[in-house]
């Protein structure tokens, strides 16, 4: 008589692309979680995959044994620790893929190019090819900051919905690294109008007096991502401006489509 149970059966069944059913289907569980802010209900994971909740339960238990999603004391579910590994490694490998880009564009603008992502409620650089200047820029790789007083951070924030962007403001603050930072969430929401009108993001000497940063975001990215140079205010002007804004665009597109590549569907 057959002994197989529903998961194991679950576990050898092949998806419609070839791979294992089980697996695509907790990660779509980690994903939703990750969208959810990192901790949710069963029932709720059901409502928003479509999936019994018997399925899900078998799929979480998996995850929470693997360390991957721990049970809250409240019987809600969370992700794990274990993930901070597996994302601290998946970041140094983005920017290690993104620096021949980064590199094009210190070539093409003679500017600092920094790569940077939304890692929580911060911006976190990834990688970084230095100018040649003598007189340059250099943000140190791994250096987390808030989101309002960055180029990076208006290009990333641009695509989130308002009352995303309000809640995260409330969250973090808004403190003052200069005197032209951007302080109020009304006066941040209406610099990403800029942003979404203009098609990229200005640091004007709100990171740090002297400094210029202009940015955009990576379209499509398999998490929030966005490049950047920054140089002294008296190179990075208007005129220089209209310049350097096609550039990083071009090369955004281009990266885009490598990690797109690194991830075939």
Same mark, same amino acid.
């Given at each position: 008589?057959?002994?197989?149970?529903?998961?194991?059966?679950?576990?050898?069944?092949?998806?419609?692309?070839?791979?294992?059913?089980?697996?695509?289907?907790?990660?779509?569980?980690?994903?939703?979680?990750?969208?959810?802010?990192?901790? #949710?209900?069963?029932?709720?994971?059901?409502?928003?995959?479509?999936?019994?909740?018997?399925?899900?339960?078998?799929?979480?238990?998996?995850?929470?044994?693997?360390?991957? #999603?721990?049970?809250?004391?409240?019987?809600?579910?969370?992700?794990?620790?274990?993930?901070?590994?597996?994302?601290?490694?998946?970041?140094?490998?983005?920017?290690?893929?993104?620096?021949?880009?980064?590199?094009?564009?210190?070539?093409?603008?003679?500017?600092?190019?920094?790569?940077?992502?939304?890692?929580?409620?911060?911006?976190?650089?990834?990688?970084?090819?230095?100018?040649?200047?003598?007189?340059?820029?250099?943000?140190?790789?791994?250096?987390?900051?808030?989101?309002?007083?960055?180029?990076?951070?208006?290009?990333?924030?641009?695509?989130?919905?308002?009352?995303? #962007?309000?809640?995260?403001?409330?969250?973090?603050?808004?403190?003052?690294?200069?005197?032209?930072?951007?302080?109020?969430?009304?006066?941040?929401?209406?610099?990403?109008?800029?942003?979404?009108?203009?098609?990229?993001?200005?640091?004007?000497?709100?990171?740090?007096?002297?400094?210029?940063?202009?940015?955009?975001?990576?379209?499509?990215?398999?998490?929030?991502?966005?490049?950047?140079?920054?140089?002294?205010?008296?190179?990075?002007?208007?005129?220089?401006?209209?310049?350097?804004?096609?550039?990083?665009?071009?090369?955004?597109?281009?990266?885009?489509?490598?990690?797109?590549?690194?991830?075939?569907?």
């Amino acid at each position: 008589m057959p002994t197989s149970s529903a998961s194991s059966t679950d576990s050898a069944r092949s998806s419609s692309n070839g791979g294992v059913q089980s697996l695509e289907r907790a990660f779509d569980l980690l994903e939703r979680m990750a969208d959810a802010g990192g901790e #949710v209900g069963l029932s709720e994971l059901s409502a928003s995959s479509g999936l019994p909740l018997p399925t899900i339960h078998r799929l979480m238990r998996t995850l929470v044994a693997c360390g991957y #999603v721990r049970q809250q004391p409240n019987r809600r579910y969370a992700l794990g620790p274990r993930l901070i590994r597996l994302g601290e490694s998946a970041s140094r490998l983005l920017g290690t893929w993104a620096r021949p880009y980064l590199a094009r564009l210190v070539e093409e603008t003679g500017e600092t190019a920094n790569m940077a992502l939304l890692d929580g409620d911060e911006i976190v650089y990834v990688a970084q090819v230095p100018s040649k200047h003598s007189m340059r820029m250099f943000t140190e790789v791994g250096r987390r900051v808030l989101p309002h007083s960055t180029g990076v951070g208006k290009a990333l924030l641009a695509g989130f919905p308002p009352e995303e #962007v309000r809640a995260l403001l409330a969250r973090t603050g808004m403190p003052a690294a200069t005197e032209k930072t951007i302080t109020t969430a009304d006066g941040f929401l209406a610099a990403l109008e800029d942003v979404r009108r203009q098609g990229y993001a200005i640091d004007d000497n709100e990171q740090e007096i002297g400094v210029r940063c202009l940015a955009v975001p990576v379209p499509d990215s398999p998490t929030a991502a966005a490049i950047s140079i920054s140089g002294p205010a008296g190179r990075v002007t208007e005129a220089a401006t209209e310049k350097i804004v096609p550039v990083l665009q071009q090369v955004a597109a281009e990266l885009s489509r490598a990690l797109a590549s690194q991830n075939p569907a």
